[in-house]
Every structure is written in C-alpha cells, then in structure tokens.
C-alpha cells in the first residue's frame, strides 16, 4: 500500500487492552470470579464499534484480533468508526438467566470509563443478544445518570433498538453472496447452499435463501450436521431450534460431523460457524464454487490461497458479515437523532452501501491480483491508515 513502516508499527495492535475481573453472586449464592477484555484497535476515525461475546474460549489474542477484524469492516464500508471487540470467559448455557444479569451489569461496571457513545460502542456476538444488551445498556445508564441508548447497539425495538438490527448479520451476507453468484454465473433460485452454523447469523441466512428459492442442503450446529442433496426441510428446522441454535440432537440418525459437512458437494459454501474451519488439510476437498465467511476466520491463510488457486471465490468474513456492524451504525444514528426508520428504509440502505462495498473489494483484486482477502484489507485498512496520518499521529 506505499504506508511506512511506523504506520504498520501502530496498527498491528490495538491501541488499548483492558482486562477485567467480574465478581457475580451464583444462584447457590456462591461467588464466582469471571475474566473479561475489551480491545480498542484505533480510534483515528472516529469511536470503537464492536461487539461482546460470551464463550469459554475467550481470550485476550482472540479480541485482539476480532478488534482489528473490526477496523477492517468499517473501512471497508465506510463507517466512521474504528474496530473494537469485548469478551468474557464463560459459558452462558450452563448459567441462568439471573447469572447472566448480574454477569452483563458486572462487565458493564468495569469498563464503563473507557466505553460510551462517542468513545466505544459494543454490540451483540457470539451466545449474546438483546437481552444482554438491554441489561448492558441499564446498566450504563444508571452509572451515568441519564438515559444512554446511543452506548450500546442491538438492543430492543422498544429501547431505541433498530429495524432490521436481529437479521442484519444474515442479510448482509445474502446481500454479498447475489453479488458473487453474478460473477461466478449461479442462479441463487434452485442452487444448493451448505451453512455450517445455525445460530443467529445461520438461522436468518437460511430462512433467507429458502425463501429466495435456493435448496439449503446443509446445516450444522455444536454438536453435528445435517445433509440432503434434495435440500433440507429449513421451515421445520427452524421450528425446532433452540436459543442457541441447536437442532440436530432431534435427528441423531441422519447426523454427519461438522468436518464431513464441509467437503460435501454444493454451489456456495457458508462458514457461519467459528474459527479456523477452512484449513489446509480440508481445503482441497472443498467442492463449492463459491465460499462466503460469515463468522469470524473460518478459513485459515493457507486454505485461502489454495481456495483461490482452485478457482473458487472467496469472499472474506470482514466483507460478507459487515451487514451486522452497518445497521448498527443505522442503530447509532438513530439514538442520536433521535428519529428512526423502517425496516424497509434500513434493508434499502444496507443493500446500497454492501454493493458498492463487495465491488470497491472485487474491483481491487483484479487490479492488484491479488485475493479477494488481500484486497478487502488493502480497501479496509486505507481508511484508518489515511485518519492516522492527517491527525499527525505518524
């Protein structure tokens, strides 16, 4: 990109780190002592935007870098925002819902002075929700004394929440992968889509792609998959899911492994799951023309290029699932005007900015030939990069 080094110098880590220890009172009122962070990557743009997520393998490194993730996202769609990311160790399936109350307000309390609308802006993420978001945002409000939607996003339509915000994630994706199929020559009516990953993201991609006409063939959750060549039955599935998206306990006789779900045969491949999906070893057997990210890293550096070499399209998480940090954005707006839209408004302009963000990203890869991941960071990272250098920072 032509930057010097001192430029690189600054943004390989974030800017600040805070790690925290929450004490929450159990429901057998024992005390348990729960570790969280929260990462502000760069804020030479404007304030951190990111979400929290609830999962026992959180760690430091992991925020770190979903905080750079994040940088790269909102460059990439033009957001004046930089990357921030937040996470606590645990795991909120085997906690109540009083645990999780006093777990979110506790986290909230101990980051307080380095978040709020104009400094950092958290957000939903992994086994977190508008729930967790209501109770965050509260919590806030009664530390500051004044009502403070603007601090959090994702909440409740009834608590300054957005039209649209719960499915945004999906529809962003859905938005990226029409895009994709035009070059790749898919008809999205009548191809065959694997989702490994049924959560929030998984669950509205599929009811989307249903809906558009396409045959869902696969679907994954933590403890399995699922997979019919004739495509799934994805109104059913969705009737039997649960909270955290899990469905195929309930057909343990057709049940695959997630791994064997990877490599089956389809036309668009969707990592909606967790990191580190797409690796070397799995890479070659990947029989899809196209695969669009929609979690965090599914695919490993090495499965992008041999991905690439196959001729398979590969389009990268921080592009396909900005759909969740733009109406956020949306959602930020509108707290602080005071004004808000209609679903269809929000679904116009999420469609607007994703199109030009998916052909900004393309257009640079075939000029540059170089990989569609490559490129999104090149368009991603030109935006902060350009803040830290008028702000006189390098």
Not at 210 to 221: L, R
């Amino acid at each position: 990109m032509g930057y010097k080094d001192d430029v690189y110098d600054l943004l390989k880590e974030p800017l600040r780190l805070l790690t925290v220890r929450i004490p929450v009172r159990m429901d057998d009122d024992s005390i348990k002592v729960f570790t969280g962070y929260r990462a502000q990557h760069n804020d030479a743009v404007g304030p951190t935007k990111g979400g929290v997520r609830f999962h026992p393998d959180v760690t430091e490194e992991e925020v770190k870098a979903l905080s750079m993730w994040m940088s790269i996202k909102c460059g990439i769609t033009g957001l004046p925002y930089g990357g921030g990311k937040g996470g606590i160790q645990c795991d909120p399936r085997s906690m109540s819902f009083r645990e999780l109350e006093r777990l979110s307000r506790g986290y909230v309390r101990a980051i307080s002075q380095l978040v709020g609308p104009t400094k950092d802006i958290p957000a939903p993420d992994v086994f977190t929700n508008s729930q967790v978001m209501a109770w965050m945002m509260d919590e806030y409000s009664r530390i500051r004394e004044f009502d403070s939607p603007g601090f959090i996003t994702g909440k409740p339509l009834v608590l300054g929440g957005s039209a649209g915000r719960e499915s945004s994630t999906a529809l962003g994706v859905t938005i990226v992968m029409k895009e994709a199929a035009k070059i790749a020559g898919i008809e999205i009516p009548g191809s065959r889509i694997i989702i490994q990953g049924f959560g929030n993201a998984g669950s509205f991609l599929a009811q989307f792609l249903h809906e558009a006409g396409a045959k869902v063939v696969g679907i994954s959750d933590a403890y399995g998959a699922l997979y019919d060549p004739e495509g799934l039955d994805i109104p059913a599935l969705l009737d039997k899911r649960d909270s955290f998206g899990t469905v195929t306990p309930y057909f343990k006789s057709q049940q695959i492994t997630n791994k064997e779900l990877l490599v089956q045969e389809c036309d668009i491949l969707v990592p909606a799951a967790i990191e580190n999906q797409l690796t070397e070893e799995n890479a070659p057997d990947i029989k899809a023309r196209i695969v669009v990210e929609a979690a965090n890293g599914p695919t490993t550096l090495k499965a992008t290029e041999i991905l690439t070499n196959c001729g398979i399209l590969l389009v990268p998480d921080v592009l396909a699932s900005a759909g969740g940090v733009v109406v956020s954005y949306f959602e930020w707006v509108q707290n602080n005007q005071g004004y808000y839209w209609s679903e269809e408004e929000v679904q116009d302009k999420l469609e607007k900015i994703l199109t030009t963000s998916f052909h900004n990203v393309y257009r640079t890869s075939t000029d540059k030939k170089v990989d569609m991941r490559l490129a999104a960071y090149i368009v991603g990272l030109k935006r902060v990069a350009e803040a830290i250098k008028w702000r006189g920072w390098v």
